[in-house]
T-cell receptor, first 116, second 110 residues
């Protein structure tokens, strides 16, 4: 049973460029959340996708956008990259409960983005 | 979601029990206590969660005080591979996002 997978593992971009990160959820999961983790800090929630719609968003600018596909996989897009966007980007998948909320989130290994 | 307080770092001898405390004095009645850990350069790993009863799984035990204002994660026989940052997180039953604090850096020493 494959866990959460992310690609690429590492990426180097220049300021002002755009980047797309990809995530495949754990088998059986229908919800994908994205987190940003700066060096030495805990992960910060960016947004969550369920049924191909953004359901909840953290305190991140509109430069950060996403998409969820019918097979539940997801993409994170960041436009107009800044040096401060350098971080580990984590994807987590989960399964929604019929009663509301969701079961525990399982994380992928992350994509290390460096902006120069 | 309410905030948690954890010691920034702890040491534990290999083979001994590691007891990681977490204070959450403002916890709400519908908030669960979740524990995750993050080994260096990897994604966070789910460990265990509970509401008010003590919980145990193959990885750890979670002890929640009767007033639910604090909890302790117990790794019964710590190994070097348990060296990681451990996060205590409160999450509503209907909640989605996880709010990570600073966590506790556990160092297991031979």
């Amino acid at each position: 049973d494959a866990g959460v997978t992310q690609s690429p593992t590492h990426l180097i971009k220049t300021r002002g460029q755009q980047v797309t990160l990809r995530c495949s959820p754990k088998s059986g999961h229908d919800t994908v959340s994205w987190y940003q983790q700066a060096l030495g800090q805990g992960p910060q929630f960016i947004f969550q996708y369920y049924e191909e719609e953004e359901r909840q968003r953290g305190n991140f600018p509109d430069r950060f956008s996403g998409h969820q596909f019918p097979n539940y996989s997801s993409e994170l897009n960041v436009n107009a990259l800044l040096l401060g966007d350098s971080a580990l980007y984590l994807c987590a998948s989960s399964l929604k409960k019929t009663s509301g909320g969701e079961y525990e989130q399982y994380f992928g290994p992350g994509t290390r983005l460096t902006v120069t | 979601d309410a905030k948690t307080t954890q010691p920034p770092s702890m040491d534990c001898a290999e083979g001994r029990a590691a007891n990681l405390p977490c204070n959450h004095s403002t916890i709400s009645g519908n908030e669960y206590v979740y524990w995750y850990r993050q080994i260096h350069s990897q994604g966070p790993q789910y460990i265990i969660h509970g509401l008010k009863n003590n919980e145990t799984n193959e990885m750890a035990s979670l002890i929640i005080t009767e007033d639910r204002k604090s909890s302790t994660l117990i790794l019964p026989h710590a190994t070097l591979r348990d060296t990681a940052v451990y996060y205590c997180i409160l999450r509503r039953n209907a909640g989605n996002m996880l709010t990570f604090g600073g966590g506790t850096r556990l160092m297991v020493k031979p």
